[in-house]
């Protein structure tokens, strides 16, 4: 999750660069914004669970022992949950209400170390850079589990006096 989203966080901050003058001018989004970073890049692309009951959900029956599968990609894109669902926007009031750590019982244990690490690494990457450039077009993991950049160049401006 952590790996994903920092690439992820990177490449979103360059493809709303609006969003990224507004986290220059207030540090104090970080923490808002990591988990808008979450969201946006949904690091795992679904999770695989075993019916436990027979339920109807959405009309749809599902039998005791069905496979289920949730995509995180998805609910973290809800418009009826996000507006704007597509655009990474650093104070989203209700970013919080992302999937990507699951929910329940069944919710990443690691969730609170992988937040704090990547709002460590802004509140690093963010006094000593002026700047954190894309360079080029990402290259993606190859896979339909995890979804995280494999490759991508990256041009650092140095803060003068850093």
Same mark, same amino acid.
């Given at each position: 999750t952590t790996r994903n989203s920092m690439s992820g966080g990177v490449l979103a901050l360059n493809r709303f660069p609006d969003q990224f003058e507004k986290l220059k001018s207030n540090p104090d989004l970080i923490p808002n914004m990591v988990s808008e970073i979450i969201r946006w890049q949904t690091p795992l692309a679904y999770m695989r669970r075993i019916a436990k009951t027979d339920t109807i959900l959405?009309? #749809?029956?599902?039998? =005791?022992?069905? =496979? *289920?599968? !949730?995509?995180? +990609?998805s609910g973290n894109r809800d418009e009826r949950v996000f507006e704007r669902p597509d655009d990474f926007i650093i104070d989203r009031a209700n970013v919080r209400n992302h999937i990507s750590f699951g929910f329940g019982v069944h919710r990443c244990m690691g969730n609170?170390? +992988?937040? !704090? #690490?990547l709002r460590i690494l802004w509140e690093e990457l963010l006094p000593r850079f002026e700047n954190i450039e894309v360079v080029g077009e990402p290259e993606y993991v #190859?896979?339909?589990? *995890?979804r995280g950049i494999s490759k991508m160049m990256v041009r650092l401006t140095p803060k003068s006096g850093t």
């Open positions: 959405n009309g #749809q029956f599902i039998r =005791k022992g069905d =496979k *289920v599968v !949730m995509w995180y +990609a609170r170390l +992988a937040e !704090m #690490q #190859q896979s339909n589990f *995890v």
